[in-house]
C-alpha cells in the first residue's frame, strides 16, 4: 500500500506517522515564508552579515576534523571568475561526496568575518548548494525563490522543498471541489494552485500566496471554509436529535440558590440566568455561548448553573484556561458553595498522587458533585459519575479536540462557554451553526471608574512618581509586557530585566514579584497569594495575568509596548483593575515610535469603556484582519482562513453548504461520492463534540 510513488518508503513512514497519508496532505503544509535567491551575486560584492545566493565553481575542497575530532569540517574554495570566496560546513559529512572540484553550484547561505592568522576573511557558513544544471530542469534551492517550511518529523525545510517538488511533478493530486464550484468562482486547479504557493514565479505571488489574497490561496480557504460549514451544519442538525437529561426547575432549590447569592443580581444577569435554566432544564443538550465584558459577572452565572445541577443531583465541571485562574475560580466558588453545602474539587495536572487519587475516586463515585480545574479535567483515567454541565471558561484557549473529549465524559452534558470577547453575533452564528448566545450587557452596580492613559517614553518619570504614591496608599501597581509566542523567550528577558531595573532603580524598597509563563505552578500560586496578601505591592507579568484573574487591590496597570496588542485585549487587561470601588489607573505604553495609527487606535480606549463599541473600531482601524478578538476566540481549528479577514468567503462558503444539502451542486453521482470522501476525512478537524474525539 504505497500512497507516494515519487518517494521513499522511509519517507513514507515518516511522514505517515505525522499523519500524513497522501500527497494532497503534504501539499497542505504551506511554506511559512519564502526566500528569494533569484539574483545571484557577484563574490566581489558579497558584504559580512548578509544573506546570498552564489554561482560559482568549486576550484578546491579539503574535509577534515575539529580539534576534538567529533565534527567533521568540509572546506572549499569557489570562484565565479572574478573572485573567490572560501565555504565551510561544519558536520555535513555527505557533502563531502555532493560537492565535486570543478563543478558549478549555486550556494545559498550568510557571508561572515571569520579570523585567521594574518588577519580575517569573508567566507559563506553551511550555505545550501545545489548543483547547476544547463539541461533546462529547473533548480529547487536557488536561482529562485525558494519556500521555507516548519520541520515535519525529521525532515527539515531542505529536505521538504525536495520532497513537495518531487510530488508535485511525478503524483497525481487529487481535485475535491465539485467543478461548478471551480467554474462559478473561477478557482485554479488544485495542482496549479499548489505549485503556485510551494515555488511561486515572482515575488509578488509570493507575497500574494503569504496573505492569502492569491486565487490559489483563496481556493484552499475557500475549501475549508466549504468543508467547516457543511460540517456545522451537518452538528446543528443532528443536536437537534439529541436528547439531554433535563436539569428540572424546583422552587425549594431557586430560594436557595437565591439566599446563597451576595448580592441582588443585575437586570442582566437575572434575563441571562433565564435563558441558560430554559436550556438545562430542557431535554436538549444546551450549547450557549455567554459574553459579557470583564466584570459583567460571566463567572457568577457559571456558579449559580453548577450549583443548580449539584443540587438537582448532577455533577458540574468548570473547565479553566490556566492553572493559576482554576484556581482562584475554585476559592470564590468554594465560598459560595460552602453556604449550599457543596464541596468542590479542584484538579489540575500539578495535582500530586493522593490528592489527586481522592479526587478522582470522588468524581467516579459522584461523592464530588462539582469541579473545577484545567485541561486536566478530561484526560484519561478521569472518569464522571454523572457529569451533566460543562462550563468551558474564555473557551478560544482551548482546542476543539479538547472540548470534545470533555463532551465526551459526560452523555450529552449541557455546555456553557464564556468569552469577555465580544464578537459579532452574526459571525458567532456563521461559525458556530446553531449556537445560541446570551450577552452580560450591563455591569454591576459600584463599578470603579478606570482612566486610561496612552503615554510614551517622555512620561516614564513622571508614571514613575504616580506609582510610588499608588503604591504608598496601600494599593498595587501591574507591569504588564507583552507575549506573543514565537518570541517567548525574548519577551520574558524584557519582563525579567525591567523587574531587576525597578528594584534597584524607580521601585527600591517596594516588595516586588516577577510572574510569567514558564513559572511552575506552584511558584505562579505563590506570587498570587503574595498579591493577595498584599505583601507584594509590585508586580511585573508577562500577560499571563490576561484571563480574568482577580486582583482586587490593583490601583494601576502599566501596558508596556500596548501597541502590540489587540484593543480587545487591552480592554481585558485594564480590567484588572478598578475593582473593590475605587478608581483605577491604567497607562498605555507605547514605543519609542509609535505610528500615527497605532496611536490613534490606543486612544478609543482612552474615550470609551465599551467592549463593543473597541471591537469595532479595533476592527474600523486595523482592518478586519487584525481583529485579535476574533482571531483568538474559537478558531483555531482554522489553517488558511481567518474569519475576521474571510467574512465575505465565509458567507459564499455557507451559501454552497446550503446548496450541498439542498442537491444539485453536483455534475454526477462520481463527483459527489469523491467530494463526500474528502468532505469526512478533512471535516475530522473540526468535529465539536464527537463522541471520542
Ligand atoms: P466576569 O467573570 O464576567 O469577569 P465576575 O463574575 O468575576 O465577572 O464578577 C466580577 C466581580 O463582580 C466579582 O467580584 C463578583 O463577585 C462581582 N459581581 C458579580 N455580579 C454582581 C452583582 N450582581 N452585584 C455586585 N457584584 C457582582
Ligand atoms: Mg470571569
Request: hydrophobic share 40%.
Amino acid at each position: 500500500m504505497t500512497s507516494f510513488r515519487s518517494l521513499t518508503a522511509r519517507q513514507e513512514t515518516i511522514l505517515s506517522k505525522n499523519g500524513i497519508g497522501s500527497p494532497r496532505e503534504l501539499l497542505l503544509n504551506f511554506p511559512f515564508r519564502y526566500e528569494d535567491r533569484r539574483n545571484a551575486k557577484a563574490v566581489a560584492a558579497i558584504t559580512a552579515g548578509e544573506w546570498a545566493t552564489v554561482l560559482a565553481t568549486v576550484l578546491d575542497k579539503k574535509m577534515r576534523r575539529s580539534f576534538r575530532g567529533r565534527v567533521g569540517i568540509l572546506e572549499a574554495v569557489i570562484t565565479d571568475g572574478r573572485g573567490n570566496l572560501h565555504v565551510v560546513w561544519f558536520n555535513q559529512p555527505w557533502l563531502d561526496r555532493a560537492v565535486e572540484k570543478g563543478k558549478m553550484y549555486y550556494f545559498f547561505g550568510r557571508a561572515s568575518l571569520f579570523p585567521t592568522r594574518g588577519g580575517q576573511r569573508l567566507q559563506l557558513e553551511n550555505p545550501d548548494v545545489e548543483e547547476f544544471r544547463d539541461d533546462g530542469r529547473e533548480s529547487i534551492h536557488a536561482g529562485r525563490i525558494v519556500p521555507v517550511y516548519r520541520k515535519i518529523g525529521s525532515f527539515g525545510t531542505k529536505s521538504l522543498r525536495t520532497m513537495m517538488h518531487k510530488v508535485l511533478q511525478k503524483e497525481d493530486i487529487e481535485e475535491p471541489l465539485p467543478s461548478s464550484v471551480m467554474k462559478s468562482e473561477g478557482f485554479p486547479g488544485a495542482r496549479e494552485a499548489f505549485s503556485e504557493i510551494h515555488f511561486p514565479g515572482d515575488e509578488k505571488a509570493a507575497a500574494a500566496c503569504s496573505a492569502r489574497s492569491s486565487g490559489a490561496a483563496r481556493r484552499f480557504v475557500f475549501e475549508e471554509l466549504f468543508s467547516f460549514e457543511i460540517m456545522a451544519m451537518e452538528e446543528a442538525v443532528r443536536r437537534r436529535t439529541e436528547k439531554a437529561r433535563p436539569i428540572r426547575k424546583d422552587p425549594a432549590v431557586g430560594d436557595l440558590l437565591r439566599k446563597s447569592l451576595p448580592f441582588a443580581l443585575t437586570g442582566a444577569q437575572k434575563r441571562v440566568f433565564r435563558e441558560i435554566s430554559d436550556d438545562l432544564s430542557s431535554d436538549r443538550p444546551m450549547y450557549r455561548l455567554l459574553q459579557g465584558d470583564v466584570g459583567s459577572g460571566k463567572t457568577m452565572m457559571a456558579f449559580l448553573s453548577m450549583a443548580w445541577a449539584a443540587l438537582s443531583g448532577f455533577q458540574a465541571a468548570y473547565m479553566a484556561p490556566t492553572e493559576t485562574l482554576a484556581f482562584q475560580v475554585f476559592l470564590r466558588f468554594s465560598e459560595m458553595a460552602g453556604k449550599l453545602g457543596l464541596k468542590p474539587g479542584l484538579l489540575l495536572s500539578s495535582t500530586r498522587a493522593a490528592g489527586r487519587k481522592d479526587i478522582l475516586a470522588g468524581l467516579k463515585s459522584g461523592r464530588l458533585r462539582t469541579v473545577i480545574g484545567t485541561h486536566a479535567l478530561f484526560q484519561e483515567g478521569v472518569e464522571y459519575d454523572n457529569l451533566n454541565l460543562v462550563v468551558i471558561d474564555e473557551q478560544h484557549r482551548f482546542g476543539v479536540r479538547q472540548r470534545a473529549a470533555l463532551a465526551a465524559k459526560g452523555v450529552n452534558p449541557h455546555l456553557l462557554a464564556m468569552t469577555a470577547t465580544p464578537i459579532p453575533r452574526s459571525l458567532a452564528l456563521t461559525l458556530y451553526g446553531d449556537l445560541d448566545v446570551s450577552a452580560l450587557d450591563e455591569l454591576p452596580p459600584n463599578r470603579a471608574e478606570v482612566v486610561t492613559a496612552v503615554r510614551n517614553e517622555n512620561s516614564r518619570d513622571k508614571i514613575e512618581d504616580f506609582a510610588r504614591r499608588i503604591m504608598d496608599s496601600g494599593k498595587q501597581v501591574i507591569y504588564v509586557f507583552p507575549q506573543i509566542e514565537e518570541n517567548e523567550a525574548m519577551d520574558l528577558q524584557a519582563a525579567a530585566n525591567a523587574f531587576d531595573r525597578y528594584r534597584l532603580g524607580p521601585y527600591r524598597g517596594y516588595p516586588a514579584a516577577l510572574l510569567h509563563g514558564r513559572m511552575k505552578p506552584s511558584e505562579k500560586e505563590q506570587v498570587m497569594d503574595s498579591m493577595r496578601r498584599r505583601e507584594t505591592l509590585l508586580l511585573v507579568a508577562t500577560t499571563v495575568v490576561e484571563v480574568g484573574i482577580d486582583l482586587p487591590r490593583a490601583g494601576m496597570i502599566v501596558v508596556e509596548n500596548a501597541e502590540r496588542f489587540g484593543l480587545a485585549q487591552l480592554h481585558q487587561l485594564r480590567g484588572r483593575v478598578g475593582r473593590g470601588g475605587e478608581k483605577g489607573y491604567c497607562v498605555l505604553m507605547t514605543g519609542k515610535e509609535p505610528s500615527k495609527l497605532s496611536s490613534e487606535r490606543l486612544r478609543v480606549l482612552e474615550e470609551t469603556s465599551d467592549g463593543f463599541k473597541i471591537a469595532e473600531e479595533d476592527l474600523r482601524l486595523r482592518g478586519a484582519g487584525e481583529l485579535a478578538g476574533v482571531r483568538q476566540w474559537g478558531v483555531s481549528q482554522f489553517v488558511f482562513a481567518d474569519p475576521a479577514r474571510d467574512l465575505r468567503m465565509i458567507e459564499k462558503a455557507r451559501a454552497y453548504a446550503e446548496k450541498f444539502f439542498k442537491g444539485g451542486l453536483f455534475v454526477n453521482e462520481a463527483e459527489k461520492a469523491k467530494f463526500e470522501e474528502w468532505q469526512r476525512e478533512s471535516a475530522k478537524k473540526f468535529r465539536l463534540f464527537s463522541r471520542g474525539g
